[in-house]
């Protein structure tokens, strides 16, 4: 998953090297023959998602976004810029802890049940494209479903079978705050390779360094099999070029969190009147928890065929804003809107820290854009430390 790599010396005290746009197909190709299924941004149905590239035409060339409370929509930027997006409504979490998955299915024999544990489909997967913000969220899982006293099989082997290519944000939309979170816009750790898109007077060209040892290895090759000009030894001014790209980042984030006593000021706000304000306005639609690259909630569906002989058991996503979630003998534990909000904003922002050491949230802004009422999280936090009720 790679080496630390404090964001302070990416760009002075690690090899860098510059690829110019054709040597972004060549490390696609690359990837694809040492048997990688490269998984990319592309456009689909009015929205930047995750899909199996081949080709470095199939990414949003050109493409950015707008996003705000409840909005998002697509917009031409009028460049050849392939990554000035922000994230779409997909994290990396449903390819690898996906939304529906199969835990065993079973068989009436005649002499009882047969039992069959299910394959997991692990396939070796490159990720390109991680921002920051999901980079950290996808540690935020390592910690949840891998290093558990009971680790999650099934995701701990799709997890090591991936090869991370991040990338620093240098677009955020209206809904991100990973700089109030301390989570992006620059990738810290947990990638192969780093890249850095690089679109000015002096070209199109990507800043790359590995931040691991698999990472080198495929920088090495890379740079042996270019040919024509299409990698070279970083300079001075794309390292500089770079580190502007995140400074310049991190002070245009749409929104912000205060996040200091944040823990303590929602443990103290269980009865805040806020809960029932915002409650008026959720429809418990569950897109806040969906969209959410953090959110782990499952339950499990039991299904059986018409004759009774044959009955599988899938693992389902599930939310916390469901009815049925906190369903214990004789009733919902959590019966009102407000309750499931504020459960769901004190766990994600407080108790999550308490649980796994880390706050739950990675400020990419999702919940709010996907929120069809159009709550934002950062404005109702800001109103219970500010008195409003």
């Not at 770079?242 to 310049?248: C, D, I, L, S």
């Not at 766990?347 to 999550?352: D, G, T």
């Not at 950062?378 to 008195?387: C, D, F, L, N, P």
């Amino acid at each position: 998953m790679g080496e630390k790599i404090e964001p302070e010396v990416l760009m002075d005290d690690i090899r860098g090297m510059v690829v110019l746009l054709p040597g972004l197909q060549l490390l696609i190709d690359l990837l694809r023959e040492r048997d990688w299924t490269v998984v990319g941004p592309t456009v689909r149905d009015g929205a930047v998602v995750h899909a199996e590239i081949e080709s470095a035409d199939q990414l949003p060339r050109g493409v950015g976004d707008l996003q705000d409370c409840g909005s998002y929509r697509l917009r031409q930027r009028g460049d050849e810029a392939l990554f000035r997006y922000v994230v779409g409504p997909q994290g990396w979490k449903s390819l690898l802890f996906p939304s529906r998955e199969l835990l065993w299915s079973g068989r009436r024999t005649g002499t009882g049940m047969e039992i069959e544990p299910a394959d997991v489909d692990a396939p070796h997967l490159a990720l390109l494209g991680v921002r920051s913000c999901d980079l950290h969220a996808l540690r935020i899982h390592d910690t949840v479903l891998a290093k558990r006293a009971a680790p999650d099989a099934a995701y701990v082997t799709r997890r090591e079978n991936n090869f991370i290519i991040a990338l620093t944000c240098s677009d955020p939309g209206g809904t991100c705050f990973c700089a109030s979170m301390g989570t992006g816009p620059v990738p810290d750790n947990g990638f192969d390779l780093s890249l850095t898109e690089l679109l000015d007077k002096d070209g199109h060209r990507f800043l790359v360094v590995a931040g691991s040892d698999r990472g080198e290895d495929v920088l090495d090759e890379l740079t042996t099999r270019a040919a024509g000009g299409e990698v070279l030894n970083a300079a001075r001014w794309d390292r500089d070029a770079a580190r502007e790209v995140g400074e310049a980042a991190a002070q245009r984030m749409g929104r912000s969190l205060d996040t200091d006593g944040l823990r303590d000021l929602l443990y103290a706000n269980a009865e805040n009147p806020r809960w029932d304000d915002v409650a008026s306005r959720c429809l418990s639609c569950t897109n806040c928890t969906l969209v959410c690259p953090t959110c782990f909630c499952t339950s499990v569906e039991d299904t059986s065929d018409l004759a009774g002989t044959e009955t599988a058991r899938w693992r389902l996503w599930d939310s916390c804003f469901t009815n049925d979630f906190s369903y214990l003998h004789g009733g919902s534990v959590r019966s009102s809107a407000s309750s499931r909000y504020r459960q769901w904003a004190t766990h994600k922002l407080a108790s999550w820290v308490d649980q796994f050491g880390t706050s739950g949230c990675v400020g990419c802004g999702r919940c709010i854009t996907w929120c069809p009422a159009a709550i934002d999280i950062t404005a109702e936090v800001g109103a219970i430390r500010s008195g409003e009720g």
